[in-house]
């Protein structure tokens, strides 16, 4: 028995290692998606390849050959989709020691570490903001917003900072009235203009600030904090939505789960 084991083992080893590889590559590539709208596409494209397999089992030829056009176009398509995430995932795979870390769990305590400071340093100027009824807005990017999605503001590229943030938005301050953009741990932009959600059933309270929270948001996976001037209230808008005029703690408590992408947290 214990040979026969031997001899599978020394025959198929290679087998299973290959598998091994496959399949933490597919975890990655999910785990990475998870949450944005890239999973949705994917979700897409395998119910199109379902169709397909089941077209062609019932013999519907003119449906196959449509499916087949599809997916002959499809690579290409994918490709010019999923840029973003494509260089994205490059750019992680690139961080050898990132990556590293991340398997054998080296470094994590400071990386861990290095997010609660920034969670904290947004924290804490937000609140101050509010406090003081100096408006802001302050998108943390999930995914890109690029340049076809809004108009480019100053580019900064500084780190996050409580008095950074809050010098930018003081009121006489030339980029106050635009957005501050987070990405990559770093203040990437400052005075950038975000399009306005069209929804009806926003709230009348609601400026131009919560209208460009909201409105990015429906086109982009990011967290948008908007600061009221005219009411010192906090609110954050993610996918869509906005949860507006957040107590401090129930403003954290919120803001950390999606920071953290905390899979539990329900959005009111």
Avoid at 40 to 66: D, E, H, T
Avoid at 72 to 86: K, Y
Avoid at 122 to 132: H, N, P, S, T, Y
Wanted: charged share 20%.
């Amino acid at each position: 028995m214990l040979e026969y084991l031997l001899s599978i083992i020394s025959n198929y080893w290679i087998r299973g290692l290959e598998i091994l590889i496959i399949s933490g590559f597919f975890y990655y590539v999910l785990t990475s998606v998870r949450g944005t709208r890239t999973q949705l596409v994917i979700f897409g494209l395998l119910i199109l390849f379902v169709a397909y397999l089941s077209a062609k089992l019932l013999g519907l030829i003119a449906l196959v050959r449509v499916f087949e056009l599809i997916l002959f176009v499809g690579p290409i398509a994918i490709i010019v989709i999923f840029v973003p995430e494509i260089r994205r995932f490059l750019e992680r795979a690139g961080r050898t020691h990132g990556l590293l870390a991340r398997l054998v769990q080296i470094s994590s305590a400071s990386e861990e570490s290095k997010e609660v400071s920034i969670f904290e340093e947004i924290c804490k100027a937000v609140e101050d903001l509010a406090e003081k009824y100096h408006g802001a807005l302050i998108a943390i990017e999930k995914e890109e917003i690029s340049s076809e999605v809004m108009v480019s503001g100053v580019w900064l590229d500084a780190y996050v900072s409580e008095h950074l943030l809050k010098s930018i938005f003081e009121p006489h301050n030339p980029l106050h009235d635009g957005a501050v953009i987070i990405r990559d741990s770093r203040i990437s932009y400052g005075s950038c203009f975000f399009p306005l959600s069209a929804k009806e059933n926003l709230s009348h309270e609601f400026g131009t600030r919560h209208r460009a929270a909201v409105g990015i948001t429906e086109k982009v996976e990011c967290i948008v904090i908007v600061v009221s001037e005219e009411r010192g209230a906090i609110s954050i808008a993610h996918n869509g939505r906005i949860a507006k005029d957040l107590p401090s703690r129930q403003f954290r408590e919120h803001f950390k789960a999606l920071y953290h992408e905390n899979p539990n947290f329900a959005v009111p």
